[in-house]
């Protein structure tokens, strides 16, 4: 109650919590042992990364019930995370954007098209664009604000004159959406099915993902 309005990723923080074993519901915080966690953490093993987002979320929470003098000791101090995979640094050449380019113009769908562009133009995240309103740009001026982006706060992105001309352009469709989906009053999520066909149109290899342009932007 008390991030409420404060932490962005509070649903996932309380569907973390909510992959706590069952048996500990009626057992005190400080009931709660350092091979009580190890032992929930070797079970979730097949999924490392999920593992350790669970176990960093609870470390967090006992941090602070220590802090508050709840307890006396975080049982998730000395708990080892799974290793996991060094982050990706896949980016494209300029023979595969060319290649990519000529993939979107030949793309049958426009609000596709819009989509890939515009993340090849601002380096945003392929989820801001498909969530993006109307409201949001000021195309007059080359803004476009973000509301709510990844880093939990505002933010700005100054767009050029030709994203401006073409945007303007765009038709819109009855929701606030600018990019539009099956249902014009929800933002379009499922994304997989078209990246996949405009990838196959541009020879890239199977592993190449949206998020590899916003990398190749940056």
């Keep these: 109650e008390e991030l409420e309005g404060r932490r962005k990723g509070l649903k996932m923080i309380s569907y973390l919590l909510g992959r706590c074993p069952a048996a500990w519901g009626p057992r005190k915080l400080a009931e709660i042992t350092e091979r009580d966690v190890a032992a929930v953490l070797t079970a979730r093993r097949k999924a490392p990364i999920s593992a350790n987002r669970w176990l960093a ?13 709840l307890i006396d000791a ?11 995979n060094a982050p990706r640094s896949r980016t494209l050449s300029s023979e595969e954007l060319g290649r990519l380019h000529a ?11 819009a989509a890939i562009v515009l993340q090849l133009q601002t380096g945003c995240r392929i989820g801001e664009t498909l969530s993006a309103k109307w409201e949001d740009f000021d195309l007059d001026r080359g803004v476009w604000r973000l509301p709510s982006p990844k880093a ?17 352009e765009l038709p819109r469709g ?3 959406y600018v990019i539009v989906g099956r249902d014009p009053d929800k933002p379009r999520h499922d994304f997989k099915r078209a990246w996949r066909r405009v990838r196959l149109a541009a020879g890239l290899d199977a592993d190449t993902r949206t998020h590899d342009i916003r990398r190749t932007v940056g």
């Design 152 to 168: 939990g706060r505002p933010q700005t992105i100054f767009l050029h004159p030709v994203t401006c001309s073409w945007l303007k």
């Design 103 to 113: 993939a979107i113009d030949a793309e049958p769908d426009i609000y596709v098209r």
């Design 57 to 69: 979320t609870l470390s967090a929470c006992f941090g602070l019930a220590k802090r508050r003098r």
């Design 174 to 176: 009855k929701g606030p």
């Design 74 to 84: 975080n049982p998730c101090e000395n708990v080892e995370f799974f290793p996991e």
